[in-house]
Nanobody, 121 residues
Framework: QVQLVESGGGLVQAGGSLRLSCAAS????????MGWFRQAPGKEREFVAA????????YYADSVKGRFTISRDNTKSTVYLQMNSLKPEDTAVYYC??????????????WGQGTQVTVSS
């Protein structure tokens, strides 16, 4: 079983930046691609970004293209989400996930506990 733990969330002003981290435990960190999802109160969970197993390909939701960057460091078993030019609409709980075909299906199999991101206007 894969264990995922997110960190780096917090309260920031609109236009600011945050860097989220997701640490994976176990010996199979590089088995699948990795993705970030978010869910705001009263809204459905939505896909944010994903990165392939090797890190060679990235995918983004239209709402975050040009502002967010996903990356991974397999030596540290960690995936990151650099979020710039944050907007109040980005406020949500952000979840790290992994699983087969996560980029194409935009659905995860394993999930972290989530980290809160709040962007003030």
């Amino acid at each position: 079983q894969v264990q995922l733990v997110e960190s780096g969330g917090g309260l920031v002003q609109a236009g600011g930046s945050l860097r989220l981290s997701c640490a994976a435990s176990g010996r199979t960190f590089s088995s699948y691609g990795m993705g970030w999802f978010r869910q705001a109160p009263g809204k459905e969970r939505e896909f944010v970004a994903a990165i392939s197993r090797s890190g060679g390909s990235t995918y983004y939701a239209d709402s975050v293209k040009g502002r967010f960057t996903i990356s991974r460091d397999n030596t540290k078993s960690t995936v990151y989400l650099q979020m710039n030019s944050l907007k109040p609409e980005d406020t949500a709980v952000y979840y790290c996930s992994t699983g087969p075909y996560i980029a194409t299906t935009q659905k995860g199999t394993y999930w972290g506990q989530g980290t809160q991101v709040t962007v003030s206007s």
